[in-house]
């Protein structure tokens, strides 16, 4: 073993707690990034396997381009395509309540005799005779039962789209892949769904290779204008397009995690080769070599990587687990239906967890190990000399800083449209903000020593001038502190500003007094109709109805949602144009060949006012004229809003999904909504809604959106303040001779205390100060160009002062956790035996 | 897999099946097959099918009078029932081809529920349809399935109709000689073939009861068409040819269920050149003794049915083939002895892979016969049946 890999490991070793806080920071930067990458990959096997699922070996779908379709088109696709085995499918759902919880469940409505093949290795085991004999009798898998507390045998009361009925799950069964559904009988499905005659896709099963080109032109004859062919391996890509944007976003937090990490490596790496200068100097006099001590510290570098990497994968696995049901949620709630997974690491996930690990650490020792170099053969260390040239690596530091936002400014200037690059430039924005960070406390602790040292108490003059000298040392931590405390704020700030919007726009829009709309959110589903309608209107407490109806258009691929809208004078002004001249938008509200576009619509289709854009409807392609621009957060792939005109002129179509009712003056609501009540007691599957009621409903849907941006800045937060405990401990450590000295000359332990918590507090709340604008700064990104970027949401931003609370107060309480141990140390040193070293 | 986790599951199983479905399909669903990949789907379908049959069907108990063309159309009050066409068709080169269309009707349950649903229905239809292209050695065969639905499959007595998707079973009473219709295409097959018969039909067993075991009620009725004079046109891919040739059609009803012993069923049906017509069918037990309720007929030129008994016939086999999918190997050459009609006669497919591999797995396909009655050479074109192999 040679003599500088052994002197090497002594020192490792002997620098136990240095190391394991080094290989800490680098394992929890790990996880966050693997965690969020298992988290994503366990989202999109859930689709996968929800497109798979219980449809096996199903290659193909036909659905309707809008809701579903009568079955009777099942009769030509089976005489089209015989030996692509279609099997018809009812997808409904229903709502019930357990254990004091309302859970919602979809169901799946099969044909046993031609459908998939229900659980593992054989069906044989399972009563499919009785699934299709015994009306609301329903099978559920082993996954479901277990997490519903469901068993077989058991009835359960259900809310359906039709109503309360009651179904009995006659058997559990076990899938391959995670069915999170109940699955029924297709006529059972039917009866709940209140929809017979009508099927929402067809399963099919293409024999041959998938790559070959389909011919078959009797399919294409049978599927007609309305209905569409779809490859599943299509929808999974689309599913992937959807969800894009917003795995970004958690991408782009997981690397800021990580970089804080790679600070924490360089911070240590840098000490460890502080510490040893003496013995480099030795070394070089023994005669090794500059690049093998190089090579040294940069292999520390890679092993504490490499263990940084095991143990991070290891928690990021852990953190997935935490993570993945938030994430489910959102994805669900926002995009697709997607199942819950189990939690699935790939052995290319957790490689990439070792590869990041290991190459932020040897690129954060680049440094540190170039300094080992310099030094000359038994070059005598005096600390002013290494300080001095710290200082100049605070310029270096401060000078790349201020080029790394030269640079996130030209990329902001040269694109547009690139999420990327948007991403890119305020990754660079927020590594010069904390570049720079050093230099600034210390310019600002330079300041505060020239004016108001005078007047300060000895503890807290001593703590601003020691942390001053001591900024090499610990800047990179309190840089590190700042980073993660400015993005917590940032992004509270964003969400702050984006829930403002939001609610702003909820209550613009949502100018009715009360809603009635149908219990499922279910495209296919619209059956408010005119008699009801007119049923409304004649109760003398209301003045007007809207109505709003949906259907669904596929745009390139894309699944739109055109809004109908018929909309009285007082519900026009829940509109909010950007653009657009609104007298001339009213004007031609309802005359063919107009429509207005959602903010998002407009800039993923680079649509303006005036542009023609080319609407799919039943009766063929029809060419509209955009006439504004309007602001709307309920869809990120955005909106086409057409007249109740249009909606019946190119769809032929009266229903509606939902009406708003807008009470006569002088009405008292309460009056209004039991005569409501008492008008719709029939209709089980229509639901009255008072405006409030339905606005907390839908922020409640944003709130737990940003839950998991919360848990991630949360936790970088918590990476840094580990970054802050870790340099304290490492000055601590090296300054206990002057400690000692106090102590020696008198100073109680109280008063040592008192001076090690104010250097504390001083360097962090200088950090604070220089992260708060930062953090605006990377709201106002985040506002300005991501958000716009990711969905093309334009907000104003707002300040709320919530947003900075907990961030400071963690990284203060973080930062002063971090001294207890240090300080704890620095009293009970014994002075004569510190002072004798010296 | 099946057979490894539980023996008594797969013996429960496939006497379960055997029970209900057997004789009445008169096809054998084998749960341990080679293809993994379908089992559980075929297993699903069977198992639906071979669910036991509830008590409120009607029975076949006691011989009934037939009435024509009332029992042409369906039972309702039987659990199962089928039209069975098979028969030999030339075109107008004289190339051979042998044809089988079968629909199955069968029923959960006797009561229809109240829904809204068309889905909820007691009723699922079969298809079998195939083409033996003897020139060219090659089987097509299409299954399909499906509950009753009023745009896909149904049954219906006026007229008498019974059909799956665009595969029809029609009887028209008002032509003359009144004649049936079929039609039935699959990919780039198309049948469509017009049947008519100057004879009265026969009717199998006791007066068209025909028992299959000891037990009351264990039997179904049973009527055949031996010889039905076939006209039509027959497409292959892009060759179109108008066919004509002669066909069998059996038609039989019933609730009953096969005794525990009986593993399986060879049938067979020939018609002579001299209008003479054959069928018999072997029961066969599990301890490889054929059962005592095998029975057929012998029709006469001038069409006298004559009632064959078990004890009647006997029946060597010449040759076997094993099938390469499946493995199965399947008799391939007879000689029926039929001493007391001073009968012999020895049949061969005319193709060799003939067989059934969809949820149903069987052999049935077209044969050639080379007889001697009386000691005179008599030839003869036939269809085969072999179930529980």
Same mark, same amino acid.
């Not at chain 1, 929800?50 to 030509?76: V, Y």
């Not at chain 1, 940069?298 to 991070?312: D, F, Q």
């Not at chain 1, 000295?741 to 962090?764: E, F, K, M, S």
């Given at each position: 073993m040679s003599l500088l890999f052994r002197a090497s490991a002594r020192h490792l070793l002997h620098h136990r707690s240095q190391c394991l806080l080094a290989v800490t920071g680098i394992a929890l930067g790990v996880a966050i990034v693997i965690s969020i990458q298992i988290t994503q990959l366990s989202a999109r096997t859930a689709f996968a396997q929800s497109l798979e699922?219980?449809?096996?070996?199903?290659?193909?779908?036909?659905?309707?381009?809008?809701?579903?379709?009568?079955?009777?088109?099942?009769?030509?696709?089976?005489?089209?395509?015989?030996?692509?085995?279609?099997?018809?499918?009812?997808?409904?759902?229903?709502?019930?309540?357990?254990?004091?919880?309302?859970?919602? %469940?979809?169901?799946?409505?099969?044909?046993?005799?031609?459908?998939?093949?229900?659980?593992?290795?054989?069906?044989?085991? %399972?009563?499919?005779?009785? %699934?299709?004999?015994?009306?609301?009798?329903?099978?559920?898998?082993?996954?479901?039962?277990?997490?519903?507390?469901?068993?077989?045998?058991?009835?359960?009361?259900?809310?359906?789209?039709?109503?309360?009925?009651?179904?009995?799950?006659?058997?559990?069964?076990?899938?391959?892949?995670?069915?999170?559904?109940?699955v029924v009988d297709i006529a059972t499905a039917q009866e709940l769904a209140g929809r017979p005659f009508r099927l929402s896709r067809i399963e099919l099963q293409r024999p041959g290779e998938?790559?070959?080109?389909?011919?078959?032109?009797?399919?294409?004859?049978?599927?007609?204008?309305?209905?569409?062919?779809?490859?599943r391996r299509q929808n999974l890509a689309s599913a992937e397009q959807l969800t894009h944007a917003f795995y970004t976003n958690l991408d782009a937090l997981g690397m800021l995690a990580l970089l804080v990490g790679a600070f924490m490596i360089y911070n240590t790496m840098t000490f460890l080769v502080v510490q040893r200068q003496t013995l480099y100097a030795r070394l070089r006099a023994l005669g090794v070599s500059r690049n093998a001590i190089g090579g040294q510290i940069l292999t520390e570098a890679l092993l504490l990587g490499a263990i940084g990497g095991c143990v991070g994968n290891a928690i990021g696995y852990g953190l997935a687990q935490l993570l993945s049901e938030p994430v489910a949620q959102t994805v669900s709630d926002h995009y697709i239906g997607a199942a819950h997974s189990a939690v699935v690491a790939s052995p290319g996930l957790l490689l990439l967890g070792m590869l990041l690990a290991i190459v932020s650490a040897v690129c954060a020792a680049i440094l540190p190990a170039w300094q080992a170099t310099r030094l000359e053969p038994a070059q005598i260390v005096r600390l002013s000399v290494q300080e001095s040239e710290s200082q100049s690596v605070l310029s270096y530091a401060a000078a790349i800083g201020v080029l790394s936002a030269l640079l996130g400014m030209v990329l902001l200037a040269m694109t547009t449209h690139s999420l990327y690059a948007g991403f890119a430039a305020l990754g660079c924005l927020v590594v010069a903000a904390t570049l720079l960070t050093p230099r600034l406390v210390q310019l600002m602790l330079n300041a505060i020593e020239r004016n108001l040292a005078a007047r300060l108490p000895l503890p807290e003059r001593l703590a601003a001038k020691n942390a001053t000298r001591s900024m090499a040392r610990i800047g990179l931590a309190i840089a590190a502190l700042m980073a993660a405390t400015a993005t917590s704020v940032g992004v509270g700030l964003m969400v702050g500003s984006f829930r403002t919007a939001v609610d702003d726009w909820l209550q613009q829009l949502m100018r009715a007094d009360l809603y009635v709309s149908q219990n499922f959110e279910r495209r296919d589903q619209a059956a408010i109709d005119n008699t009801l309608i007119t049923q409304v209107l004649a109760n003398p407490r209301v003045a007007s109805v809207s109505r709003v109806a949906r259907v669904y258009i596929d745009n390139d691929g894309v699944e739109t949602r055109v809004t109908a809208y018929d909309l009285p004078p007082a519900a026009r002004a829940g509109f909010r144009f950007i653009d657009g001249d609104i007298d001339a938008i009213w004007e031609n509200w309802k005359q063919p060949g107009h429509v207005i576009v959602s903010e998002p619509f407009a800039w993923h289709q680079r649509l303006e006012v005036g542009d023609r854009y080319r609407l799919p409807t039943p009766n063929g392609i029809v060419p509209m004229t955009v006439m504004g621009v309007y602001t709307d957060y309920g869809s990120e792939r955005g909106v086409v809003a057409i007249s109740w005109e249009n909606y019946h002129r190119y769809w032929g179509k009266n229903l509606a999904h939902s009406i708003g009712i807008y009470a006569a003056n002088h009405v008292a609501l309460d009056a209004l909504e039991n005569d409501l009540r008492r008008q719709l007691q029939a209709e089980e599957h229509l639901t009255v809604w008072p405006n409030a009621q339905l606005r907390a409903r839908s922020l409640a849907i944003f709130d737990r959106t940003f839950v998991v941006t919360d848990v991630l800045t949360l936790l970088a937060a918590l990476i840094a303040a580990l970054g802050v405990f870790n340099a304290l401990l490492a000055l601590n450590l090296e300054r206990a001779h002057e400690y000692a000295v106090l102590r020696a000359v008198g100073w109680r332990r109280a008063l040592v205390r008192r001076y090690l918590y104010a250097q504390t507090l001083i360097v962090t709340a200088l950090a604070l100060l220089i992260a708060l604008p930062v953090g605006a700064l990377i709201a106002v990104l985040l506002i300005e160009i991501i958000n716009v970027r990711s969905f093309g949401w334009s907000m104003d931003f707002s300040w709320n002062n919530s947003a900075l609370v907990l961030p400071c107060l963690l990284a203060l309480l973080g930062a002063a956790a971090a001294t207890v141990l240090p300080a704890e140390q620095a009293v009970r040193a014994d002075p004569a035996r510190a002072l004798r070293y010296e | 897999m099946l057979i490894a986790r539980s023996g008594r599951t797969y013996v429960w199983m496939r006497n379960l099946f055997l029970f209900a479905v057997l004789l009445v399909v008169g096809a054998l669903f084998r749960p341990h097959s080679e293809h993994a990949n379908s089992k559980s789907e075929r297993a699903g379908a069977m198992a639906i099918l071979a669910s036991p049959a509830t008590s409120q069907f009607s029975r076949a108990q006691e011989p009934a009078a037939f009435e024509f063309p009332r029992d042409h159309a369906t039972h309702k009050d039987f659990r199962t029932e089928w039209w069975y066409f098979t028969g030999h068709l030339s075109d107008s080169n004289a190339r051979p081809f042998g044809f089988q269309l079968t629909l199955f009707r069968f029923e959960l349950d006797r009561d229809s529920l109240e829904s809204r649903s068309a889905w909820r229905t007691p009723r699922i239809l079969l298809g079998h349809f195939a083409i033996s292209d003897i020139e060219n050695d090659s089987f097509h065969h299409f299954e399909r399935m499906s509950r009753a639905h009023p745009s896909i499959a149904g049954v219906s007595q006026q007229p008498v109709a019974v059909w799956l998707d665009d595969w029809r079973i029609e009887f028209d009473a008002q032509t003359s000689p009144p004649s049936w219709r079929l039609r039935a295409a699959q990919q780039s097959i198309e049948l469509d073939l017009n049947l008519t018969s100057r004879h009265a039909v026969i009717k199998q067993g006791d007066a068209g009861l025909s028992r299959k075991s000891a037990a009351l009620g264990n039997a179904s009725y049973?009527?055949?068409?031996?010889?039905?004079?076939?006209?039509?046109?027959?497409?292959?891919?892009?060759?179109?040819?108008?066919?004509?040739?002669?066909?069998?059609?059996?038609?039989?009803?019933?609730?009953?269920?096969?005794?525990?012993?009986?593993?399986?069923?060879?049938?067979?049906?020939?018609?002579?050149?001299?209008?003479s017509s054959l069928m018999f069918y072997r029961l066969r037990k599990f301890d490889g003794g054929d059962d005592a309720h095998s029975a057929g007929t012998y029709v006469d030129s001038s069409g006298n049915a004559t009632r064959l008994e078990a004890s009647d016939v006997s029946i060597v086999i010449t040759d076997y083939w094993t099938s390469a999918a499946t493995n199965i190997r399947y008799p391939h050459g007879w000689r029926l002895e039929v001493p007391r009609l001073g009968l012999s006669v020895a049949m061969r497919p005319r193709l060799a892979d003939q067989e059934w591999t969809g949820r149903f797995r069987y052999w049935e396909g077209a044969v050639t016969a080379v007889a001697e009655r009386h000691g005179r050479p008599l030839d003869g074109l036939g269809y085969v049946e072999l179930t529980g192999y």
């Amino acid at each position: 073993m040679s003599l500088l890999f052994r002197a090497s490991a002594r020192h490792l070793l002997h620098h136990r707690s240095q190391c394991l806080l080094a290989v800490t920071g680098i394992a929890l930067g790990v996880a966050i990034v693997i965690s969020i990458q298992i988290t994503q990959l366990s989202a999109r096997t859930a689709f996968a396997q929800s497109l798979e699922s219980i449809f096996g070996r199903a290659t193909h779908q036909i659905s309707a381009i809008d809701g579903d379709f009568d079955e009777a088109r099942l009769a030509t696709i089976r005489i089209a395509v015989p030996h692509w085995h279609p099997t018809p499918v009812v997808d409904t759902q229903v709502e019930f309540d357990r254990d004091g919880e309302r859970h919602s %469940l979809p169901v799946i409505g099969i044909d046993p005799l031609t459908g998939p093949a229900l659980g593992t290795g054989n069906g044989a085991g %399972l009563d499919l005779t009785r %699934l299709m004999r015994q009306p609301g009798s329903a099978l559920i898998s082993s996954h479901t039962a277990t997490r519903l507390g469901l068993r077989s045998g058991q009835s359960v009361r259900v809310q359906g789209p039709r109503g309360a009925s009651e179904l009995e799950i006659i058997e559990v069964f076990d899938t391959r892949v995670i069915v999170d559904a109940l699955v029924v009988d297709i006529a059972t499905a039917q009866e709940l769904a209140g929809r017979p005659f009508r099927l929402s896709r067809i399963e099919l099963q293409r024999p041959g290779e998938a790559n070959d080109e389909i011919s078959e032109p009797g399919l294409l004859r049978a599927l007609g204008p309305t209905l569409r062919l779809t490859d599943r391996r299509q929808n999974l890509a689309s599913a992937e397009q959807l969800t894009h944007a917003f795995y970004t976003n958690l991408d782009a937090l997981g690397m800021l995690a990580l970089l804080v990490g790679a600070f924490m490596i360089y911070n240590t790496m840098t000490f460890l080769v502080v510490q040893r200068q003496t013995l480099y100097a030795r070394l070089r006099a023994l005669g090794v070599s500059r690049n093998a001590i190089g090579g040294q510290i940069l292999t520390e570098a890679l092993l504490l990587g490499a263990i940084g990497g095991c143990v991070g994968n290891a928690i990021g696995y852990g953190l997935a687990q935490l993570l993945s049901e938030p994430v489910a949620q959102t994805v669900s709630d926002h995009y697709i239906g997607a199942a819950h997974s189990a939690v699935v690491a790939s052995p290319g996930l957790l490689l990439l967890g070792m590869l990041l690990a290991i190459v932020s650490a040897v690129c954060a020792a680049i440094l540190p190990a170039w300094q080992a170099t310099r030094l000359e053969p038994a070059q005598i260390v005096r600390l002013s000399v290494q300080e001095s040239e710290s200082q100049s690596v605070l310029s270096y530091a401060a000078a790349i800083g201020v080029l790394s936002a030269l640079l996130g400014m030209v990329l902001l200037a040269m694109t547009t449209h690139s999420l990327y690059a948007g991403f890119a430039a305020l990754g660079c924005l927020v590594v010069a903000a904390t570049l720079l960070t050093p230099r600034l406390v210390q310019l600002m602790l330079n300041a505060i020593e020239r004016n108001l040292a005078a007047r300060l108490p000895l503890p807290e003059r001593l703590a601003a001038k020691n942390a001053t000298r001591s900024m090499a040392r610990i800047g990179l931590a309190i840089a590190a502190l700042m980073a993660a405390t400015a993005t917590s704020v940032g992004v509270g700030l964003m969400v702050g500003s984006f829930r403002t919007a939001v609610d702003d726009w909820l209550q613009q829009l949502m100018r009715a007094d009360l809603y009635v709309s149908q219990n499922f959110e279910r495209r296919d589903q619209a059956a408010i109709d005119n008699t009801l309608i007119t049923q409304v209107l004649a109760n003398p407490r209301v003045a007007s109805v809207s109505r709003v109806a949906r259907v669904y258009i596929d745009n390139d691929g894309v699944e739109t949602r055109v809004t109908a809208y018929d909309l009285p004078p007082a519900a026009r002004a829940g509109f909010r144009f950007i653009d657009g001249d609104i007298d001339a938008i009213w004007e031609n509200w309802k005359q063919p060949g107009h429509v207005i576009v959602s903010e998002p619509f407009a800039w993923h289709q680079r649509l303006e006012v005036g542009d023609r854009y080319r609407l799919p409807t039943p009766n063929g392609i029809v060419p509209m004229t955009v006439m504004g621009v309007y602001t709307d957060y309920g869809s990120e792939r955005g909106v086409v809003a057409i007249s109740w005109e249009n909606y019946h002129r190119y769809w032929g179509k009266n229903l509606a999904h939902s009406i708003g009712i807008y009470a006569a003056n002088h009405v008292a609501l309460d009056a209004l909504e039991n005569d409501l009540r008492r008008q719709l007691q029939a209709e089980e599957h229509l639901t009255v809604w008072p405006n409030a009621q339905l606005r907390a409903r839908s922020l409640a849907i944003f709130d737990r959106t940003f839950v998991v941006t919360d848990v991630l800045t949360l936790l970088a937060a918590l990476i840094a303040a580990l970054g802050v405990f870790n340099a304290l401990l490492a000055l601590n450590l090296e300054r206990a001779h002057e400690y000692a000295v106090l102590r020696a000359v008198g100073w109680r332990r109280a008063l040592v205390r008192r001076y090690l918590y104010a250097q504390t507090l001083i360097v962090t709340a200088l950090a604070l100060l220089i992260a708060l604008p930062v953090g605006a700064l990377i709201a106002v990104l985040l506002i300005e160009i991501i958000n716009v970027r990711s969905f093309g949401w334009s907000m104003d931003f707002s300040w709320n002062n919530s947003a900075l609370v907990l961030p400071c107060l963690l990284a203060l309480l973080g930062a002063a956790a971090a001294t207890v141990l240090p300080a704890e140390q620095a009293v009970r040193a014994d002075p004569a035996r510190a002072l004798r070293y010296e | 897999m099946l057979i490894a986790r539980s023996g008594r599951t797969y013996v429960w199983m496939r006497n379960l099946f055997l029970f209900a479905v057997l004789l009445v399909v008169g096809a054998l669903f084998r749960p341990h097959s080679e293809h993994a990949n379908s089992k559980s789907e075929r297993a699903g379908a069977m198992a639906i099918l071979a669910s036991p049959a509830t008590s409120q069907f009607s029975r076949a108990q006691e011989p009934a009078a037939f009435e024509f063309p009332r029992d042409h159309a369906t039972h309702k009050d039987f659990r199962t029932e089928w039209w069975y066409f098979t028969g030999h068709l030339s075109d107008s080169n004289a190339r051979p081809f042998g044809f089988q269309l079968t629909l199955f009707r069968f029923e959960l349950d006797r009561d229809s529920l109240e829904s809204r649903s068309a889905w909820r229905t007691p009723r699922i239809l079969l298809g079998h349809f195939a083409i033996s292209d003897i020139e060219n050695d090659s089987f097509h065969h299409f299954e399909r399935m499906s509950r009753a639905h009023p745009s896909i499959a149904g049954v219906s007595q006026q007229p008498v109709a019974v059909w799956l998707d665009d595969w029809r079973i029609e009887f028209d009473a008002q032509t003359s000689p009144p004649s049936w219709r079929l039609r039935a295409a699959q990919q780039s097959i198309e049948l469509d073939l017009n049947l008519t018969s100057r004879h009265a039909v026969i009717k199998q067993g006791d007066a068209g009861l025909s028992r299959k075991s000891a037990a009351l009620g264990n039997a179904s009725y049973y009527y055949s068409v031996p010889r039905l004079t076939a006209g039509g046109r027959l497409r292959l891919g892009a060759e179109d040819h108008h066919v004509t040739g002669q066909a069998w059609l059996d038609r039989e009803w019933s609730t009953s269920a096969l005794d525990r012993e009986q593993q399986g069923w060879d049938w067979f049906a020939v018609q002579f050149e001299d209008q003479s017509s054959l069928m018999f069918y072997r029961l066969r037990k599990f301890d490889g003794g054929d059962d005592a309720h095998s029975a057929g007929t012998y029709v006469d030129s001038s069409g006298n049915a004559t009632r064959l008994e078990a004890s009647d016939v006997s029946i060597v086999i010449t040759d076997y083939w094993t099938s390469a999918a499946t493995n199965i190997r399947y008799p391939h050459g007879w000689r029926l002895e039929v001493p007391r009609l001073g009968l012999s006669v020895a049949m061969r497919p005319r193709l060799a892979d003939q067989e059934w591999t969809g949820r149903f797995r069987y052999w049935e396909g077209a044969v050639t016969a080379v007889a001697e009655r009386h000691g005179r050479p008599l030839d003869g074109l036939g269809y085969v049946e072999l179930t529980g192999y």
